[in-house]
Nanobody, 129 residues
Framework: QVQLVESGGGLVQPGGSLRLSCAASGRTFRNYAMGWFRQAPGKEREFVARINRSGTTTYPATYYVDSVKGRFTISRDNAKNTVYLQMNSLKPEDTAVYYC??????????????????WGQGTQVTVSS
């Protein structure tokens, strides 16, 4: 049984930073791509970033939605079965519940909700002064 547990959310001022973590269990972590999505109140869940499974040559290894490029960085530590999202220069529009997800059977490019079979419970990120 796959379990994903996010942590690291909180309240931060505009321009600040947060690092989200997602600890995975249940499958061989290195064999699966991981993604981060977010959902703001009244909006659909949207793609934020994804990182390839280890050992793949699919280019690029990481991919981001345009609105976070240059500010967010996704990374993974296979020894710890954990994926991270480093968020810098945070803006009020980044406020949302952030979810990590693990590659599913329909995975292709990793930018759609339908491409992931397993999801964490979410962690709240609030950017406000």
């Amino acid at each position: 049984q796959v379990q994903l547990v996010e942590s690291g959310g909180g309240l931060v001022q505009p321009g600040g930073s947060l690092r989200l973590s997602c600890a995975a269990s249940g499958r061989t972590f290195r064999n699966y791509a991981m993604g981060w999505f977010r959902q703001a109140p009244g909006k659909e869940r949207e793609f934020v970033a994804r990182i390839n499974r280890s050992g793949t040559t699919t280019y690029p290894a990481t991919y981001y939605v345009d609105s976070v490029k240059g500010r967010f960085t996704i990374s993974r530590d296979n020894a710890k079965n954990t994926v991270y999202l480093q968020m810098n220069s945070l803006k009020p529009e980044d406020t949302a519940v952030y979810y990590c997800a693990q590659e599913g059977s329909l995975y292709v490019r990793g930018v759609a909700v339908s491409e992931y079979d397993y999801w964490g419970q979410g962690t709240q990120v609030t950017v406000s002064s």
